[in-house]
């Protein structure tokens, strides 16, 4: 049994069957999924979700899908840590991290999204499927598609660090490295899937591959015990994960699963790539595009598809958003490490660094219920690293040799 609606114009509100489509035909308009809220308040409450699978289908009836869940059941339900340690270290009280680093086939916060845009593809009766990426998403669509037995065609741009490559041609998909940046890679696609019958999961069916990233948010409010953050810091690429955590919010706020939301969103970015977060601090509604430098490519897109609605999730919450340096970001990625044994890609370096200087700046106090969304695994940016962490001692293989070098270590 479905509960969805139907999908719906974000900007003139027209509407329109299910099916793989994302643009308005009138307006140029996204489309949005949008669902029976009146009956799923019937069927899903805390009890019912209490008693599923921990994975991300676990909130199904919120999700755009008509039949039973086909890909990702390993996905999601991933760790909600205290942060003692990066707490102190921060002056904050209370401090947790979403960790997406780790319970993921393809340890990121991607593998939600495609989740959802695989089982949509199988109910839509596709075989192939296709994305244009910034690298986590590449993995998430060649592992997943594999497993589900799509045929896969991967554009990124090639200049992804080299690890990231490697890490989605294990899986064999069709990898297509274009000589482009992201934004140029996904203009491409757009053209592609203009062209071909395929599922490109972030572009014909992103109405519904979106929506995955909703449960992130359920999570957090789930392992919270029911109840929403005062402030949440979210790495924004194309502002996508941030705009569906904040409906997401809202949405277990209409079924009645929390009473109170007040939480401030922030959009956290890349100096070098930073035009969600630039447009929040200069007040615009436009999003003016930039063109990305910057070490945290899994968010560097310039020209971000949902940067509008990211900006007003943030205001409508009374969040802000900052950036950061990339050696700042580099500092972000040690001190989680440092401090709470999680070893992030830049990504989360980026969060970690925004959410010190929202600190300083008091746009969060420490008295604030605070969480910070670490969104992919450090493992595959280790480039980001060279020359940047301690360096291993070398010595002969005898106890002199290594007591010569302990000499040296201040215990
Ligand atoms: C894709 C990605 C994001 C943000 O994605 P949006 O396009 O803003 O939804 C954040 N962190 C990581 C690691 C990602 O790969
Ligand atoms: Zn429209």
Redesign the pocket.
């Known amino acids: 049994m479905s509960y969805v609606n139907g999908l719906k114009c974000r900007e003139c509100g027209r509407e329109y069957p299910i099916e793989p489509v994302y643009v308005c035909e009138f307006c140029f308009g996204p489309l949005e999924v949008i669902y029976d809220y009146k009956n799923i308040k019937k069927v899903l409450t805390k009890n019912t979700i209490g008693k599923r699978e921990k994975n991300l289908w676990r909130y199904r009836e919120l999700l755009p899908i008509d039949g039973e869940p086909q890909v990702g059941l390993n996905s999601g339900y991933t760790p909600l840590l205290k942060a003692d340690n990066l707490a102190k270290e921060l002056g904050i009280d209370e401090l947790y991290i979403k960790d997406d680093t780790v319970a993921h086939p393809t340890l990121?916060?991607?593998d939600r999204v495609v989740a959802v845009a695989l089982t949509k593809a199988k109910e839509f009766g596709f075989d192939t499927v296709a994305c244009a990426s910034?690298?986590?998403?590449a993995h998430s669509v060649s592992a997943q598609g594999a497993k589900a037995g799509f045929k896969r065609f991967i554009f990124i741009p090639a200049t992804l660090e080299a690890s990231k490559i490697i890490a989605s041609l294990v899986y064999e998909p069709n990898l297509i490295a274009v000589d482009g940046n992201y934004d140029e890679v996904n203009r491409l696609c757009s053209e592609i899937a203009n062209k071909y019958k395929w599922a490109f999961v972030n572009i014909n069916i992103r109405p519904f591959y979106a929506e995955g990233?909703k449960t992130h948010g359920f999570e957090i409010i789930e392992q919270l015990g029911w109840k929403a953050p005062d402030s949440i810091v979210v790495?924004?690429?194309?502002?996508?994960?941030?705009t569906k955590i904040w409906k997401s919010f809202k949405e277990f706020k209409e079924i009645g699963i929390i009473k109170e939301l007040s939480t401030k969103v922030f959009a956290a970015q890349a100096t070098g790539c930073s035009p969600i977060s630039t447009a929040i601090k200069q007040g615009m509604d436009v999003i003016r595009p930039v063109k990305p430098n910057t070490i945290a490519k899994?968010?560097a897109?310039g020209n971000?598809a949902?940067g509008f609605y990211a900006t007003q999730a943030v205001k409508e919450s009374n969040g802000y958003g900052e950036d950061v340096s990339d050696q700042e970001i580099i500092d972000g990625i040690k001190l989680l490490a440092r401090t709470e044994g999680i070893f992030s890609?830049t990504?989360g370096g980026v969060t970690v660094a925004v959410t010190k200087k929202l600190l300083e700046m008091n746009k969060i106090t420490r008295d604030e219920t605070v969480v910070i969304c670490i969104?992919?695994n450090g493992l595959k940016t280790q480039e980001a690293l060279n020359g940047q962490t301690v360096s291993p001692y070398y010595i002969k293989p005898n106890l002199a040799s290594f007591e010569e070098v302990l000499k040296k270590i201040s215990l």
């Open positions: 990121s916060f991607k910034t690298g986590n998403l990233s790495p924004c690429a194309s502002g996508s994960l941030l899994s968010l897109i971000p949902d890609e990504a969104t992919g």
